[in-house]
């Protein structure tokens, strides 16, 4: 099992930019996915999730700003974050979690800095 995050970068505040977390030896659909960050000296925390069949949960503090989405046929889950500010500076990870199960995966994250 395999979960490869790309995306992040360096913006300034108000820019946008786009994760992707593409999956590898899971049957995609089975599986929730979520984006989770975690910032120097900060606990690590879940941003978004989806489910298989598309319904999806934010953290209060991104939501209106940051979109999940996932492509089945991709094997691929994105992220879509608008709106920047510099306080969303972390490292996301992506994870999968099958349904009803505890098999989980984690990504090996990519860094998202955001300068003001």
């Known amino acids: 099992v395999q979960l490869q995050a790309s995306g992040g970068g360096l913006v300034q505040a108000g820019e946008s930019l786009k994760l992707s977390c593409a999956a590898s030896?899971?049957?995609?659909?089975?599986?929730?996915l979520a984006w989770y960050r975690q910032a120097p000296g900060q606990k690590r925390e879940r941003v978004a999730r989806i489910s298989g069949v598309g319904i999806t949960n934010y953290a209060d503090s991104v939501k209106g700003r940051f979109t999940i989405s996932r492509d089945s046929a991709e094997n691929t889950v994105y992220l879509q974050m608008n709106s920047l500010k510099p306080e969303d500076t972390a490292v996301y990870y992506c994870?999968?979690?099958?349904?009803?199960?505890?098999?989980?995966?984690w990504g090996q994250g990519t860094q998202v800095t955001v300068s003001s």
């Open positions: 994870y999968a979690r099958r349904d009803f199960s505890s098999n989980e995966h």
């Open positions: 030896g899971i049957t995609f659909s089975r599986y929730q």
